[in-house]
């Protein structure tokens, strides 16, 4: 299930699927450490969602980014600025599975957090050619980028494909961005409550779950702000 809980501090999250009703939809997450990661909220336009700045601060590109877009049949999801990147390109490489193989990991060492991303086209009987995968540090060698992905031609009701930037503590950060897939065993419209509840409340920062049979992210969206 999205958001179960088992991992303290998952950093930013993602999953796109259908419910058990086959509707489809995507959620994104994020949670934070430090005051800087905490002071952000979830801005929702008719084709954004802009993760923005709350403390009237420097706009930092790590931090607050383009989280999603849309255009009339397809949709990217992704935890930075390869958002905007890779819709820019779909025109030239509409193939998002390639098109992520050109992104490599954010420039914050020691972390190395994973560049996640998920990509779908949007049809009138739902989601096909859905692909989601990172741009993350290769185990042993983290100088090197390796771009895990998985794609999804359709996908069945009840399921989703997720990662997150990280899969350990706050104290001990550990890199993920491996994809997989995932039962839903709740309605769309319920997911961000109970996403929300499933995060360390010191770490939580914004979680949002849109029905995506619409034409715009403002006509169906639940959305969480600390």
Known sequence: MVGDGAVEYPGRGLAIGRDGDGVPFFSYWLTGRSAASQARELVVR???????DTSGGAVDDLRHYTAATRGDDWVIVGNGTQVGELAAARARQPDLQVALRGLTYEPDPPIRTPRITVGATLTSAGLKDVVIGAARPYDGAPELTEHPSLYAARIAPGTALTTTTYAGTADNVVVNGHPE???IALPWSAITDN??????????????????DTSTFTEAAR???R
């Open 195 to 212: 996403l929300w509840q499933s995060l360390q409340p010191s770490l939580r920062v914004a979680a949002i779950t849109v029905r995506l």
């Open 46 to 52: 008719e084709r954004e969602i802009i993760v923005r």
């Open 181 to 183: 897939v995932t039962a």
């Open 223 to 225: 959305a969480r702000t």
